[in-house]
């Protein structure tokens, strides 16, 4: 059997590609990433360009001396520092608190652990927009807490940090808890064998191979909490800027665009900085380790030390992610005249004067734009996973890197952009409606190439050569053999890049015309006005955005298997 | 008979390293070849290269006379069944029996019967619907070998048949192979680490090492007569000494050993099998000490320590088996003393 497996092993060593082929497979894979690359290139990278030119290079000269400028005024030094030290704080937190939850997942079986699973994943497809409300809705002004004991912390930075573990706490669970689940437990047991203690088995054996699982999933969640922007926006008031909410009161608010444009550098830095640890860590991740099936090594815990861990990470769910949704939900249903259809009746007027249509309206107009966007997501996503799967060099390894760059460059940059450089033929689309849709798409392909992309890899391609030798035609190969494979997880990359560009808000808020705003914009836009209906019309709106994003999500989930649980 | 395949110094390199290296192999029409050496011997990228997964570096593979230099894989009609069988996870053992039909057309009547028809000879009658992982291995190993012959192909490659299954039913399995691919008159081409898998399935067993062929030959005449140390080795044969051969004796640290007739004279190794290895009283031929007993079901392996040079193994009958410790003599049996090649 072992002899067998080594053979296994053995058999794979050849390169995937013979030297005769591979030109062809060259050009075959150069043809798939055609579209990506034109994609990335029109829509992310001359926006952006665009955006740091038009702030650095003034009458025909390069700037790089404000670069310096910039950074030597002490309050961008202040937002410099506070966005690293709450990122540090939030990826720490989260830690903390998700990682018993991860192990709990990924060991425990327990009723309810499916229910509970798709709990815990909700927050992260939700829009930020709408976690900054639901937080203002429980610890913010007129509160719950506030209500109750009196208690506000949406002046403290901790409305900012809890919110981050909220939106987080899933990417460690699913990232580490993944991982976890599908360690075989016999290494451990065969460390105990050679004398290691329980403590020390798990020390020595299960921690060096989560460690890089551990380490990704805080860079990760460093990655989102660093370029965070619709929360700080919403929960940090004016104390509390980090760097993307900076960018967008340079941009949208004091017109200073070279600031802008310095800050956007830095964050493009930053970001391509942590990318590159992550893929390091990746790499490194994916180096030997036994993996077995998750479903057989789960089972009931066991006495009353495994049963209070459950009760914990249990309470911490409950605390944590659905008390803050459930606040939001009554506050939207607790209108001027009690409980009741207020708000959302109010909805559909356009009466309040915040827009120019009902706010209801915002509804379909998402709708509408995330499933632009989604196919727009799906075609280019695909195309970029297909092309990556093969085993291949360098450049294509670069690529892939690449494609993680939107989900952390500044998005009101790329939202900023498009609209000074999308605005002339033979691309002048400000007028049309594709804008959104093709910005939003920006955010989406980096969750449909994650997730196609282990599924892709891990289809054996032995498969497709038993399918040759069956008379199977390379392209029919793919059809038959492939294809049925991701079917499942294409569905799941569709619905990750719906959500997502559902809550899209950094660039839409840019783009989106007044007359066609997108839920998360309207949100915004009604939180950012005075007066109890306008709030209570914001938690109505964000409790409609809430459902469509969890109902999507419950939707993936019935289709997610375990094996696909992996990056995100 | 014509050679359904023929193999012209086919070469595979990765890198600087020759995976198959200047090997030339004929396979007839209705003939079992099985390929047999250790793993990284190159017989699992034989296969590939004749299937045409895998490119040359230089010679060629004819099939029925024809270059297939430059023809994919799915347009050479020979069929191969994977080592680990590769059946298709999301389909029904139908899916995959038929998967080679459809690929060539066949329409969706003949499919059925011609499913039914290889399940029912694989012995897996009505299992049409049953999903693959609900498989045993055996069962895996059945469709995995209904599904390469459905499309009927000219050669039939099998890749480690038999490697993940147990024991006893590798034992029986090879046994129905054989009588199948009898009955049947399909070409087959083997590849296996296992002696007594290549053994009882083939006609003729090619021994490689290093990419190259090292042997071929019927089984019996491998097996009697290993040419070299390495064969006589990889075939579990350990009592090899070096010897000088003049007239029908060999001279080694053994002692004078017996040889067949017509042995050519000069350096050389020299096998004896270990049924050729007679135990005599401590004072006659070569004093060996007794240094272990391994029970073999049929005889007893008795492992033996002379003064000078290697062990020695005897197969000796169960009840006249020496104790570990005591000390024997041995003589040599002519008949199953082999001279090797350098």
Same mark, same amino acid.
């Given at each position: ?11 794979? =060593?050849?390169?995937?590609? *013979? ?55 002490? %309050? ?7 966005? $690293? ?90 990232? #580490? ?6 360690? %075989? ?20 054996? $299960? ?50 665009? *070279? $600031? ?118 799906? #075609?280019?996503?695909?195309? =970029? ?20 760059? *939107? ?52 289809? %054996? ?6 399918? =040759? ?53 309207? #949100? ?26 969890? #109902? ?8 997610? $298997? ?7 | ?126 299992? @049409? ?58 070409? +087959? ?17 090619? +021994? ?96 033996? @320590? ?37």
């Amino acid at each position: 059997m072992d002899l067998a497996r080594t053979e296994v092993a053995e058999a794979k =060593a050849p390169p995937a590609t *013979p030297a005769r082929g591979a030109g062809r497979g060259g050009a075959a894979r150069l043809g798939l990433m055609a579209l990506p690359v034109a994609f990335f290139a029109v829509f992310f990278a001359y926006p952006v360009t665009a955006i740091v030119a038009r702030g650095l290079h003034v009458d025909g000269v390069w700037r790089f001396g404000r670069i310096a400028e910039v950074l030597g005024q002490s %309050d961008i030094r202040h937002v410099l520092w506070f966005t $690293t030290w709450q990122a540090l704080a939030s990826t720490a937190l989260t830690l903390l608190i998700a990682l018993p939850g991860a192990y709990v997942f990924a060991r425990f079986d327990f009723p309810g652990k499916q229910v509970l699973r798709a709990v815990v994943t909700v927050p992260f497809v939700l829009p930020t927009v709408v976690v900054g409300t639901a937080f203002l809705a429980l610890i913010g002004r007129g509160g719950l807490f506030d209500e109750l004991w009196g208690v506000r912390l949406d002046t403290t930075v901790w409305a900012i940090l809890l919110a981050h573990v909220f939106f987080n706490y899933a990417v460690v669970v699913r990232t #580490v808890g993944g991982l976890w689940s599908q360690l %075989d437990p016999r290494q451990e047991e065969a460390a105990r064998m050679l004398g290691a203690s329980r403590w020390t088995a798990w020390r020595t054996v $299960t921690l060096p191979a989560l460690g890089p699982a551990v380490a990704a999933a805080a860079l990760m969640v460093f990655l989102f909490t660093f370029t965070s922007f619709g929360v700080v926006q919403i929960l940090g008031g004016p104390a509390y800027s980090t760097l993307e909410v900076e960018i967008y009161r340079q941009t949208a608010q004091l017109l200073d665009l *070279p $600031t802008a444009a310095v800050l956007t550098l830095v964050q493009f830095a930053a970001v391509g900085l942590i990318l590159a640890i992550h893929a390091w860590t990746t790499r490194r991740r994916e180096s030997a380790l036994k993996l077995v099936d998750a479903s057989a090594v789960a089972r009931r815990p066991r006495g009353a030390g495994q049963w209070s861990l459950l009760g914990l990470v249990v309470a911490t769910v409950a605390l944590l992610i659905l008390l803050p949704l459930g606040v939001l939900i009554q506050r939207s249903f607790d209108g001027p005249d009690g409980y009741g259809l207020a708000y959302y009746r109010e909805l559909t007027s356009a009466e309040g004067g915040a827009f120019l249509v009902p706010p209801i309206e915002a509804v379909w107009n998402s709708l509408q734009y995330a499933l632009a966007a989604t196919a727009i997501a799906v #075609v280019v996503g695909g195309l =970029a996973a297909t092309a990556l799967t093969r085993r291949a060099g360098r450049l294509v390894r670069g690529f892939d890197a690449l494609l993680m760059l *939107p989900l952390g460059v500044s998005a009101v940059t790329v939202g900023f952009g498009f609209l000074i450089t999308l605005d002339e033929p033979p691309l002048d689309l400000r007028a049309t409606w594709i804008l959104v849709p093709l910005a939003q798409a920006l955010v989406g392909v980096p969750f449909v190439v994650r997730t196609m992309l282990p599924v892709l890899r891990a289809v %054996d391609g032995r498969l497709r050569e038993a399918a =040759a030798v069956l008379g199977a035609s390379p392209l029919r190969a793919w059809r038959e053999v492939d294809l049925p494979m991701v079917r499942r997880a294409l569905l799941i990359a569709a619905g990750f890049a719906f959500a997502v560009s559902l809550g899209e808000f950094g660039a839409t808020v840019f783009i989106a015309r007044p007359d066609n705003p997108t839920l998360p914009v309207a #949100v915004a836009r009604l939180l950012g006005r005075a007066g109890d209906l306008n709030y209570g019309q914001a938690m109505a709106l964000s409790t409609i955005l809430m459902v469509v994003c969890a #109902v999507s999500l419950l939707l993936l989930e019935r289709i997610r $298997t375990e094996r696909t649980s992996g990056e995100f | 008979m014509t050679a359904l395949l023929r193999l012209r110094e086919a070469t595979v390199r990765f890198g600087a390293r020759a995976v198959l290296d200047a090997v030339d192999l004929e396979v007839t029409e209705h003939e079992i070849v099985c390929v047999l050496g250790p793993s990284g011997s190159g017989k699992s990228t034989l296969l590939r290269a004749v299937a045409g997964l895998q490119a040359l570096d230089a010679g060629r593979v004819e099939l029925g006379g024809r270059d297939q230099r430059g023809v994919p894989a799915h347009k050479r009609g020979v069929g191969l069944m994977f080592q680990d069988h590769q059946l298709f996870p999301q389909r029904d053992v139908a899916g995959n029996v038929a998967f080679g039909l459809r690929m060539h057309g066949a329409s969706r009547g003949e499919q059925a019967d011609r499913v039914a028809e290889l399940l029912e000879l694989v012995g897996l009658p009505k299992a @049409q619907r049953r999903a693959v992982a609900s498989l045993s291995g055996g069962e895996q190993q059945r469709v995995a070998l209904a599904r390469a012959l459905a499309p009927r192909p000219r050669l039939l490659m099998l890749d480690e048949p038999l490697g993940q299954l147990d024991r006893s039913l590798r034992e029986r399995l090879v046994v129905e192979l054989r009588e199948l691919f009898d009955e049947l008159g399909t070409t +087959v081409l083997a590849v296996t680490h296992d002696q007594g898998e290549a053994f009882a399935l083939a006609d003729r067993v090619v +021994v490689m090492r290093d990419g190259r062929i090292a042997q071929s030959g019927t089984p019996l005449e491998v097996w009697q007569r290993p040419v070299d140390e390495f064969v006589a080795r990889f075939l579990g044969f350990d009592n090899i000494v070096g010897a000088t051969v003049t007239g029908d004796r060999a001279d080694t640290v053994w002692g004078k050993i017996p040889v067949p007739a017509g042995a050519p004279a000069g350096r050389c190794e020299v096998l004896v099998r270990p049924a050729g290895v007679r135990l005599v009283a401590a004072d006659e031929g070569l004093p060996c000490a007794v240094t272990a007993r391994t029970f073999r079901g049929t005889h007893v392996a008795v492992h033996l @320590q002379p003064e000078e040079g290697p062990r020695l193994e005897a197969a000796c009958a169960l009840r006249r088996a020496p104790e570990v410790g005591e000390r024997v003599g041995i003589t040599f049996d002519a008949e199953d003393v082999v001279v090797l090649g350098p």
